[in-house]
């Protein structure tokens, strides 16, 4: 890769990092707003009672952000329809979450914390920080699978980054039942609402309309751009 293509995949990863932050910083606050006032379902199951509460989890739950971060970057300098499908799928999951925040608004009963350790010093400040609605389907599961997904089956990522990518998809869907900031229907719903807009954005007129917005943001911020990539005619 030239100094110039990875100058320019550079620029991508910045428009689309930027994208994804103003997206969380919209989804969860208005989910929250409009959500106001409407009855709240808990839907916890059986299953959840039997969830050991871990606060050390939180480490996970929190440490997370470092490796999406990672990947969104590798994604971001894959070829460029690729790195539109992952993007694409990153918004479009966010954009069906918040229907759900609004439409199925749902609450959880958390835990009362006592001791002062470490963990739970974490733990109560995520709690302090995050409200428990905006629960089904959980946005943490949404984004550690679909970073699975974007390494899953490409034969030139190593395979220890590939297996890397799994287990933490994996340990971060379990870390929102053991810190009690998720029920199970969360987890399935948030992995199955991956699955699906991964799926629906390999067309090529949805991963194209990621690709045209990822150009018009790079001409506007970066305006010495001599021209659109290949992702947005699909």
Same mark, same amino acid.
């Given at each position: 890769?030239?100094?110039?293509?990875?100058?320019?995949?550079?620029?991508? %990863?910045? *428009?689309? /990092? #930027?994208?994804?932050?103003? &997206?969380?910083?919209?989804? +969860? @606050?208005?989910? $929250?707003? !409009?959500?106001?006032?409407?009855?709240?379902?808990?839907?916890?199951?059986?299953?959840?009672?039997?969830?050991?509460?871990?606060?050390?989890?939180?480490?996970?739950?929190?440490?997370?952000?470092?490796?999406?971060?990672?990947?969104?970057?590798?994604?971001?300098?894959?070829?460029?329809?690729?790195?539109?499908?992952?993007?694409?799928?990153?918004?479009?999951?966010?954009?069906?979450?918040?229907?759900?925040?609004?439409?199925?608004?749902?609450?959880?009963?958390?835990?009362?914390?006592?001791?002062?350790?470490?963990?739970? %010093?974490? *733990?109560? /400040? #995520?709690?302090?920080?995050? &409200?428990?609605?905006?629960? +089904? @389907?959980?946005? $943490?599961? !949404?984004?550690?699978?679909?970073?699975?997904?974007?390494?899953?089956?490409?034969?030139?990522?190593?395979?220890?980054?590939?297996?890397?990518?799994?287990?933490?998809?994996?340990?971060?869907?379990?870390?929102?039942?053991?810190?009690?900031?998720?029920?199970?229907?969360?987890?399935?719903?948030?992995?199955?609402?991956?699955?699906?807009?991964?799926?629906?954005?390999?067309?090529?007129?949805?991963?194209?309309?990621?690709?045209?917005?990822?150009?018009?943001?790079?001409?506007?911020?970066?305006?010495?751009?001599?021209?659109?990539?290949?992702?947005?005619?699909?």
């Amino acid at each position: 890769m030239s100094a110039g293509e990875r100058a320019e995949k550079d620029r991508y %990863f910045a *428009v689309s /990092l #930027l994208l994804m932050l103003l &997206t969380n910083r919209i989804i +969860f @606050p208005l989910g $929250h707003f !409009l959500a106001r006032g409407l009855p709240h379902r808990d839907l916890s199951l059986p299953f959840d009672a039997r969830v050991p509460f871990l606060p050390w989890t939180v480490a996970v739950y929190i440490g997370v952000f470092v490796w999406w971060l990672y990947v969104y970057r590798l994604a971001s300098h894959r070829e460029r329809r690729e790195a539109d499908r992952f993007f694409c799928a990153l918004l479009l999951g966010k954009a069906v979450s918040l229907l759900f925040f609004v439409l199925l608004p749902t609450t959880i009963e958390r835990p009362a914390l006592s001791g002062n350790s470490l963990w739970v %010093f974490f *733990v109560r /400040l #995520l709690y302090r920080s995050d &409200t428990p609605d905006n629960l +089904f @389907p959980s946005v $943490h599961c !949404l984004l550690g699978w679909l970073c699975w997904l974007v390494l899953r089956g490409k034969r030139d990522v190593p395979f220890a980054l590939r297996a890397t990518g799994f287990l933490l998809a994996a340990a971060v869907c379990a870390s929102t039942l053991t810190v009690r900031q998720h029920v199970l229907a969360d987890v399935i719903g948030g992995i199955v609402l991956a699955e699906i807009c991964w799926t629906l954005c390999a067309l090529p007129a949805l991963r194209g309309l990621y690709g045209r917005l990822a150009d018009a943001l790079l001409r506007l911020v970066f305006r010495g751009r001599k021209k659109p990539g290949p992702g947005a005619d699909g």
